[in-house]
C-alpha cells in the first residue's frame, strides 16, 4: 500500500526514514505546503506547536536539493540555541535513514568561530542551519558565499521579525540573489508580522492551520482540583506516584520558575527549570539532562520553552491554567508524539475549572476529573 507522503511525492528514501521515526500519516501543515514548497513558492505558515512544522519544509528542501553539487543551497534561520541544534538533529536523523548524502552544520554564536571555519572547509555543507549574528559575520568574513543559496526558511519567524531580530533577518536575506525561495514558519504570526513578511516575498502562499487536533489524537486530557496552597503538593503527589514519569511542568510566570523548581528540589525530586534570560550554559544543562533522563520534571513558562522538542515526554502538567486554548494545544503537543501515548493533566482551583471547560468547547476535546492519581 503505498505510504500517505509519497501522494505528496516524497520519495520512498525520506518515507523510509520517517517509517523508522514511526511516522505514517501527514500533518495538515505538511499536507498543505509540502505541495507548494516543490512548486517554488515563498510561503508563510502557522500551525500550532507539535504538528510537523519542521518536516514540512525539511522534506521536500532535502529531495529536491542537488546531492552533486558541494555548494551552499539551503540556510534555516532559528532565533534560539536550542532550536538550532534540535533542527539540525532532524536533518541528520533523516540524512542518516534515507541514505541521501548531504551535509548539514549548525553555525552559532556560542561556538568558537575559528572552528566553524574549519568545519566549513572541511564539510561543505550544503545546509546551514544557523542564528543570524554569526551568520552575518561569517558571510562579511567571506567564510560563507550566499550567491549559491536557493532557499531561505525562518523557523518561528515571528520571533525572527521582531523589534530585536529584524535587521539582522533582513541583512542575512539581503546576501541572496531575488530568485530564491523564501518561507516563513512558525506556531504563530500576526497579521502585522504577515505584512512584514508579505514585503520580503514574491505572491507567497499564506497558510494558517488553527488548532490543528492532530496533535492531540494521542494525549488524554485530565485534571485534579484542589484548593491554591495545595497545587505543589499533588504536583509532588503526581511524581511520587506515576512510573516512568517524565513531565515539563508549565506555570505562567517566568519570575516564579526558579521558586517553584527550588521546593520541588527541597523534597528531593530530580527537577531543573529553563529560564529565558539565562546564561545558554545554564539552560544547555538543564535542557541536556532533562534529555538524558538525569532529571524527570522540567518547569517552564510558555515563553521558556518555546521552540523546544523532547522526545519520551510522557505527561505535560500545567500548575496555571495557560492564557488561552492556544497556549492549552501549544503545551499538550509536547507529549504523545510520534505515535506514542500522553497525557496532560491540568491541576486547577474551583474556580478555574471554568476555563478549562472553554477550552474543551474551543478544543472539541474532553478533559476529565480524576478523582484519585494514576499509578
Not at 82 to 88: F, G, N, Y
Not at 309 to 334: C, L, Q, W
Request: hydrophobic share 40%; net charge positive; charged share 25%.
Amino acid at each position: 500500500m503505498p505510504s500517505i507522503f509519497s501522494k505528496l511525492n516524497i520519495n520512498d528514501n525520506l518515507v523510509n526514514a520517517l517509517n523508522i521515526e514511526k511516522i505514517s500519516t501527514p500533518t495538515s501543515i505538511q499536507e498543505q505546503a509540502i505541495p507548494f514548497i516543490f512548486e517554488n513558492k515563498d510561503i508563510i505558515a502557522s500551525s500550532d506547536t507539535g504538528t510537523g512544522k519542521t518536516l514540512a519544509y525539511l522534506l521536500p528542501i532535502l529531495q529536491r536539493l542537488d546531492e552533486n553539487s558541494k555548494a551552499l543551497q539551503v540556510v534555516i534561520l532559528a532565533p534560539t540555541y536550542e532550536l538550532v541544534i534540535q533542527i539540525q538533529k532532524q536533518i541528520e536523523s533523516l540524512i542518516k535513514n534515507s541514505g541521501i548524502e548531504i551535509t548539514a552544520q549548525p553555525i552559532l554564536g556560542s561556538v568558537h568561530i575559528k572552528r566553524q571555519i574549519e568545519n566549513l572547509k572541511k564539510k561543505k555543507p550544503q545546509i546551514i542551519v544557523a542564528s543570524t549574528g554569526r551568520l552575518l559575520e561569517l558571510i562579511s568574513r567571506k567564510r560563507i558565499k550566499m550567491h549559491t543559496v536557493k532557499t531561505i526558511i525562518l523557523d518561528e519567524a515571528d520571533k525572527l521579525i521582531d523589534a530585536n531580530n529584524m535587521v539582522q533577518t533582513k541583512a542575512v536575506i539581503k546576501t541572496t540573489m531575488k530568485d530564491r525561495q523564501l518561507m516563513a514558519f512558525s506556531a504563530t504570526i500576526p497579521n502585522s508580522s504577515i505584512d512584514k513578511l508579505t514585503q520580503m516575498m514574491k505572491e507567497p502562499k499564506v497558510i494558517q492551520i488553527e488548532d490543528d487536533m492532530i496533535s492531540t489524537l494521542n494525549i488524554s486530557h485530565e485534571y485534579i482540583v484542589c484548593d491554591p496552597r495545595d497545587k505543589i503538593k499533588v504536583l509532588r503527589n503526581l511524581a511520587a506516584n506515576i512510573k516512568n514519569l517524565k513531565a515539563i511542568v508549565f506555570i505562567n510566570r517566568s519570575d516564579e520558575l526558579e521558586v517553584l523548581a527550588d521546593k520541588l528540589k527541597y523534597h528531593n525530586l530530580k527537577v531543573d527549570c529553563i529560564h529565558g534570560s539565562w546564561e545558554k550554559a545554564e539552560r544547555e544543562k538543564a535542557i541536556r539532562d532533562f534529555r538524558n533522563n538525569k532529571i524527570n520534571l522540567l518547569v517552564a513558562s510558555d515563553i521558556a520553552a518555546r521552540g523546544l522538542d523532547f522526545k519520551g515526554v510522557t505527561h505535560i502538567i500545567s500548575i496555571d491554567v495557560p492564557e488561552d486554548s492556544k497556549n492549552y494545544t501549544h503545551r499538550a503537543g509536547r507529549t504523545g508524539r510520534a505515535g506514542e501515548k500522553g497525557t496532560s493533566i491540568s491541576i486547577v482551583t474551583e474556580y478555574e475549572v471554568q476555563f478549562l471547560q472553554k477550552f474543551e468547547r474551543k478544543l472539541q476535546i474532553s478533559i476529565k476529573l480524576v478523582d484519585k492519581l494514576a499509578t
